[in-house]
């Protein structure tokens, strides 16, 4: 599976649907304009005969045209824009439009607790934040669903019917699903979606509020008593009924046609990333089962999220047609045929992945294959993560269950552990700044911090996010000045420091808002030039210790883009601003571009013949921050 081209196709699948949107309400406009003329027409026949000139004029006039065009586009974006204002805090919108309940980690029953170590299995081991996780407490049904418009602001929907009568290993399979449309950019289409279906459906709305108004208006349909305006409002009405429900129905053929083969990846990726094709084939197989509804959502407004789901949640008249799911068989027999026969014993695979505390494989990681992890994660991976979790302290595990707890932890990484003088000057911040209970927990926690493997910081980090978005937007704010401050206490920033803020901004600030979510304007490398010379110049400097290494690794770097007129900046341009600034700058890249860049990096790194677990950590780092998730390495020395 390759994360950069599914990337790249969802991102032409979004410039195919604005073209599918904008010819909707081009061939809308004119239904509606013809069915205006036509009401003219009729009206002037039942008004009087004498109107015949002012209908010509009528329909001679282009201000008719455009003041239709207008109204009927207003009222169309104005839809569109309602609905996706409505879900701009990503998937936690759409959970809560569901009826969801966000788990809390510190109050979990025995089901939920399975869910959610399943859930952060799969992050670490993908290199994403762990999503916010929902539980639809009132649907009985099996089924999940991924929503949000980057991993930064992804959550995990899951029915309390899937909990309840899946195995461990079954609902692995599911949530596996799931997280492969969070990597493959499915989610941003699929909120996109339900902004351009909803717009259209506003005029059938408005439409079928002007019928039911006129229809219940009492009083004789004279000219003299007004029955002739009420008329005209009630032809209109069943104009904008009709031709809103056209674009409704296109609306959800689009819709049907853009999940479907994305279902089928999904359920490809699962099976890759478990290496368990029973477990989701053995979900699929109870659904298609138990019952025909056994995937069907009962909430109301399911049906406006029916293309998110993990089976098909809500049923229409026409069924095939508007269909977001293939048929449950095909997806079973694609996974593992000999499930439509007999249901196969599950084997288990002994653990064989190394414990985290430990050393971990050692070999080479090819620099021209660094990014074609992103997206890949494997058992093994899966099996890593959950050694890295269970390897942390239950301190450590207990505080990373509520937020103050959490905000210990970080602030404990970033305490400087060379200069006692600069650390005696951060823990007198803290002690003025923070409640008693944080700041002591801040001290409790030093030696077990201490403690920690440079493999083991990303996956704490992972972790604590989800503890985070329990905070208001404000507490949030706070929590950033007093980093800030600590970062301060030397009156330096070093490489570590920035990589954590940075991590935590990343995936916290689209969260709450703070920022909106990073569009791919960049087509190539070569408009982002002042970028690339400061982040591959950073990286020379880091990485080389003499001049002439330096500008010999500068070459190389920019030999292998391909690009001319790059020339080693000096090592004062290269600070961590300019390196943040610039990595917003590189996020805006295609999908493929953002891939050539992070091979280059890699190539750069291991110049003396290896990668150590720290650069490959730095790399992992440098690809989060460009919205590519890296799993945790495996083959590294």
């Known amino acids: 599976m390759n994360f950069f081209e599914h990337q790249e196709k969802a991102r032409r699948r979004t410039l195919f649907l604005v073209f599918c949107y904008l010819l909707a309400v081009v061939l809308i406009v004119l239904g509606i304009y013809a069915g205006v003329i036509a009401t003219l027409f009729l009206l002037q026949n039942y008004n009087n005969a004498e109107d015949t000139t002012n209908f010509l004029t009528a329909l001679k006039s282009r201000m008719l045209f455009v003041e239709v065009f207008l109204v009927t586009f207003v009222i169309i974006i104005t839809g569109t824009i309602y609905k996706v204002m409505q879900l701009s805090r990503g998937g936690a919108a759409v959970a809560e439009m569901l009826g969801g309940r966000l788990l809390s980690p510190s109050m979990l029953t025995p089901e939920e607790k399975k869910l959610r170590n399943i859930v952060e299995e799969m992050a670490i081991a993908s290199g994403i934040p762990v ?9 009985p049904s099996i089924n999940a669903f991924a929503a949000g418009f980057s991993p930064s602001d992804a959550v995990i929907g899951v029915t309390s019917g899937a909990i309840t009568k899946l195995s461990r290993d079954e609902l692995q399979g599911v949530i596996a699903h799931e997280f492969s449309h969070i990597f493959n950019g ?12 909803h717009g259209i459906m506003l005029l059938y709305f408005i439409g079928e509020t002007m019928v039911r108004v006129i229809a219940r208006t009492r009083g004789r349909s004279s000219r003299s008593k007004g029955g002739y305006p009420r008329l005209a409002i009630f032809l209109l009405g069943l104009i904008l009924m009709v031709f809103g429900a056209i674009g409704v129905f296109f609306g959800n053929i689009i819709k049907s ?7 089928f990846l999904a359920d490809a990726s699962a099976v890759q990333y478990t290496r368990n094709p029973d477990g989701i084939g ?7 089962g138990l019952a025909p509804a056994q995937s069907r959502l009962c909430h109301p407004k399911a049906k406006q999220a029916s293309h998110l789901y993990f089976a098909q949640g809500v049923s229409h008249f026409f069924n095939l047609l508007f269909a977001t799911h293939p048929d449950i068989k095909e997806r079973i027999r694609r996974i ?31 620099a021209n294959s660094f990014s074609s992890t992103a997206g890949n994660i494997s058992a093994e991976h899966l099996s ?40 005696d000057k951060q823990l007198e911040y803290l002690s003025r700044t923070v409640g008693a209970y944080i700041f002591q927990e801040v001290l409790r926690l030093e030696e077990t911090i201490l403690k920690l493997s440079v493999h083991q910081y990303l996956p704490l980090l992972d972790l604590a996010t989800d503890a985070f978005k329990q905070q208001s937007a404000e507490q949030y704010q706070t929590f950033l000045s007093v980093i800030d401050a600590l970062i301060s206490a030397d009156s330096k920033l070093t490489l570590r420091e920035f ?27 070569g408009k982002a030039q002042d970028a690339l010379a400061v982040i591959l110049s950073a990286l020379c400097y880091a990485g080389s210790s003499t001049e002439d290494q330096q500008v010999k690794l500068f070459a190389l770097g920019t030999s292998k883009l391909a690009l001319d007129g790059l020339h080693l900046l000096p090592v004062e341009s290269c600070s961590v601003l300019n390196i943040e600034q610039s990595m917003d700058t590189l996020r805006k890249l295609y999908p493929k571009e953002k ?43």
């Open 282 to 288: 053995i979900a699929l197989q109870k659904i298609a």
């Open 595 to 637: 891939q050539k860049l992070l091979d280059t990096l890699a190539f750069l790194v291991v110049q003396d013949q290896q990668i150590t677990i720290t650069e490959a950590e730095l790399l992992r780092a440098a690809a989060i921050l460009l919205d590519c998730p890296i799993p945790p390495c495996l083959n590294v020395s």
């Open 499 to 525: 990589i954590f803020r940075a991590i935590i901004k990343h995936r916290l600030d689209l969260y709450f808002s703070l920022t909106k979510p990073v569009k791919q304007t960049i087509s190539n490398l």
């Open 131 to 139: 999503p916010s996780i929902y539980l639809l407490d009132t649907e």
């Open 384 to 423: 890593l993560a959950g050694n890295i979790i269970n390897s942390f302290a239950g301190q450590i595990k207990t505080l990373l269950t509520e937020p103050s707890g959490t905000q210990a932890i970080v602030f404990q990484l970033f305490l400087d552990q060379q200069e006692q003088t600069v650390k």
């Open 336 to 366: 593992s045929p000999s499930l439509l026969a007999e249901q196969r014993e599950m084997d288990s695979a002994p653990n064989q992945a190394q414990q985290a505390g430990g050393d971990l494989p050692v070999a080479n990681l090819a």
């Open 257 to 263: 046609a853009v999940s479907r083969q994305r279902e």
């Open 186 to 197: 499915d989610m941003r289409l699929n909120i996109n979606l339900m902004g351009i279906v």
